[in-house]
């Protein structure tokens, strides 16, 4: 989806938290924003969603800025089983997926 | 509980063969997608069926690709005749119920297909 953009990739050390970030800044007020992740050879896998509020789940954090045209996946304490490409999406309310660019994220040990 | 299973993994053809996708989604999913994923790309929503009706087809090529989903559970899409820009993986997902926004789609691992 060309109007959802990400950083094509990104480094993490070990244990240290990751700030993946996510520019949607012609969201509708109804589309949902989704993360998921892929790892190679395998589909995308669900991370977190979110509407308006942050949001926490075990895997990690959803910030979603007040006025929804930017989000950031908080990831607190990346492991090695953290490496993927990890994408931001939009859902609208048919719950049609925009994917966005991919970030793809590696982690030093 | 068993995920969203596809085949074959991997399928190789000729540039003008046809060639088909299996799908079979979660048990009691009445959502089924079907994506298109070129390589260094992310996924493309090509069709979405609720039950075994369809809900969105607006991104399919209907000149090549079809697909169908008989009695609301399996899945099966089509390209015929392949062109070489068809190459890519081909995932399906599924989930509980359309609609809102905030459903969770389960994907499976997908079908590689190179065309030649």
């Known amino acids: 989806d060309a109007k959802t953009t990400q950083p094509n990739s990104m480094e993490s050390n070990e244990e240290e938290p990751v700030h993946l970030p996510c520019n949607h800044s012609t969201i509708s007020g109804t589309d949902y924003i989704h993360w998921y992740r892929q790892l190679p050879s395998q589909g995308p896998e669900y991370v977190i969603h979110g509407l308006t509020s942050n949001v926490n789940n075990r895997m990690a954090s959803l910030a979603i800025a007040e006025d929804r045209k930017s989000s950031t996946l908080i990831l607190h304490r990346a492991t090695l089983r953290d490496a993927a490409v990890y994408y931001c999406i939009r859902s609208n309310t048919g719950n049609q997926f925009y994917f966005g660019t991919g970030t793809s994220l590696t982690v030093i040990p | 509980e068993a995920g969203v299973a596809q085949s074959p993994r991997y399928k190789i053809i000729e540039k003008r063969q046809s060639v088909a996708f299996w799908c079979n989604p979660i048990s009691g999913h009445a959502t089924l997608y079907w994506y298109q994923q070129i390589l260094g790309q992310g996924p493309k929503l090509l069709i979405q069926?609720?039950?075994?009706?369809?809900?969105?087809d607006s991104q399919l090529p209907k000149d090549r690709f079809s697909a169908e989903r008989l009695k609301g559970v399996d899945s099966t899409l089509k390209i015929q005749p392949a062109k070489l820009e068809d190459s890519a993986v081909y995932l399906c997902?599924?989930?509980?119920?359309?609609?809102?926004?905030?459903?969770?789609?389960?994907f499976g691992a997908g079908t590689r297909l190179s065309v030649l």
């Open positions: 997902a599924s989930s509980l119920v359309a609609g809102v926004g905030k459903n969770i789609q389960y």
């Open positions: 069926f609720q039950n075994n009706g369809v809900v969105d």
